[in-house]
C-alpha cells in the first residue's frame, strides 16, 4: 500500500524485524504494563509480539489514515456500510442497551423498537417452554430442543451454548443440526421422543438447501411418529427474516422470530439467532450475554486508540499478516467449554476478511484475511504445537484463558493454567544453544545419555522463539464475559476490513456455493453419461453413477 503510515510501518518494519523479544522485555522492565490494556476483568497482555513503542504508534496512525475512526461511528449509526449489499451493519443494534436509537439510513424510525419487541417474544416463548406453559402436542413438556440451521445460522448458538453449558436450564437437552448429510439429522433424532421435542429451524433467508432439507426430513420423522400435521404448530418455530418462506414451509408466522436485513448470519447471535440459546440458559443468561457484548461495544467506540482492545488486536493482525508475511492466526482457549471458538471465529474472520478486491472493486493489495485455526489448550500441545515452536511458519496466536473454573476439581485448574502460562512464555523466549547444550550435559551426568550424542542431539534441541502470542485473561466463563469476548473479536475483525478497504459484511464465495451443487444435482438424476464438464468433473460423476448403479 502506499499510503504514508504504511511507508512508514514498512521502513520502521526493517529496522525492528530482527529483534528478540527476550532481549525487548530483558532492556524494559515494565514491558507487559506498557503494552497491555484491560476492561472489567478482562486483561489482554501483547506483550509477546514483536512490537516497540514505536511500531505501536505506527500502526495507530496507520488506522487514523485508513479511516477505521471514521467507519466505526458509520457503523454504529447505521451508515449502509455493506455497500455491496446496499445494507446497514446493526448487529449492535441488537445488544444496544444504551436506551438510545438507532436508525437505519435511508429509513425513518428506530430499529429498537422492533429489537425490543422480538427480545421480548424471545423471552415469553423460553419463559413458557420453561414452565411448561408451552407444551407439546400431547401434553408432554418440552425437553430437547433440536437446532436446524448452518453456517452463521448455527455456528453460533453451537458455540454458545456450550460455552456456557454451566448455566443450562435443567431438563432441557440441546441439539445441532446443519450438515446436508442425512447422517447428521438421522444420529441426531433417532433417540429423541417427538412429543418431547422442539425445532427450532434457523435460516435468515430461509432459502438454505442444507437447511431445508434437514427441516423437511425432521418434519417427516415427526409426522411418521405423529400422524396429525396439526401438531407441527407445537413443535416447529422459525428464525429468519423471510416471513413468506416460513409460511409456506408450514410454519406458523405466529412462532417466527424475526430478524433483519441489516444483521449478517456471522453477527446473528445477538437476536433471534440466538434463540436456541436463549431457550438453553434462559432469558436472563442471554441478556448478560449482550450486556457484554454492549460493554465492548462501548469500549470500541469510546476508549484511546492507545487503550482500545479490538483496536490493537487487528493493527497486531495487519503487522503479522502484511509485514512479516505470516498468514495465519491460531486462537487456543485453555477452556473445555470453548472448544467450539476457533472454529465459530474461523467463519467470523475468514468469511468477512477473506476477499481479494476492495470495497471499490479494484484488486487488494497485499495480504488480506488471514487463515484462522486453533482449538482448547491443552490438547494442542500434544499435536501441533510442535510446528509452533520448531516449525519454520510463525504462528501468531491468541490464548485465551479464566481464573475461576467452573469444574475445580483437585489441581486440576492449576495444571491448567500453569500449561497457559508456560507456553507463551517458551514461544517468546524459546531455548538458545547453550542452555539446550547445558541439560543435555545434565542428562550425560546422570547416565541417561552417551557424551557423544551431545552435538548430535544439539541442533534437535534449540527452540528459536521470537514467537508472538496474546494473553487474554478473564476472571470466569459467564455469559457477560463471553458477550464482551465475541464483540471483541467482531471489531477486531472489522478494524482489519477497515485497513484492508475491503467489505467484510459481504459474502459472495458463501453465495457461490449456494448455487454450485444444484447444477450437478441436476446431472444426478438420471443415469445417463455426464459430458457437459471438465474432463475430471464427469469422470467423478460417471465413476458415481457406475457405483451407484452397483449399490442399488
Ligand atoms: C454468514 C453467511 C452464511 C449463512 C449461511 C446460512 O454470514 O452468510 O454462513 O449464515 O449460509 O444462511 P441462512 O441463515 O440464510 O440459512
Redesign the pocket.
Known sequence: MSTDAWKKLQAHFETVADLHMRDLFEEDGNRSAEFSCSLGDLLVDYSKNRVTRETIELLLELAEEAGVFRRRDEMFSGRRINSTEDRAVLHTALRNRSGNPVEVEGQAGDVMEGVGRVLEKMRQFCEGVHTGQWRGYTDSKITDIVSI?????ALGPLMVTEALKPYARSGLKIHFVSNVDGTDVVETVKDLDAESTLFVV???????EE?LANALSARAWFLERVGDSSAVAKHFVAVSVNEEAVTEFGIDPANMFEFWDWV???YSIWGAVGLPIALYVGMDHFESMLEGAHEMDRHFQDAEPGENIPLLLGLLGIWYNNFFDMPTHAVFPYDQYLRHLPAYLQ?LDM?SCGKSVTAAGQPVEGNTGMILWGGPGTDGQHAYFQLLHQGTSIVPADFIAFAESQNPLGDHHEKLLANFFAQTEALMLGRGEEEARQDLLADVEQGRLAAERVEELLPHKVFAGNRPSNSIFMRRLDPHALGVLLAMYEHKVFVQGCIWGINPYD?WG?QLG?TLASRVFKDLQDESPVSTHDSSTNALLNHYKKLRREIE
Open positions: 440451521g448452518i453456517g452463521g445460522s434457523v435460516s435468515k433467508t430461509f432459502t438454505t437447511t449478517g448470519g456471522r467463519q468469511e459474502q458463501v449456494k
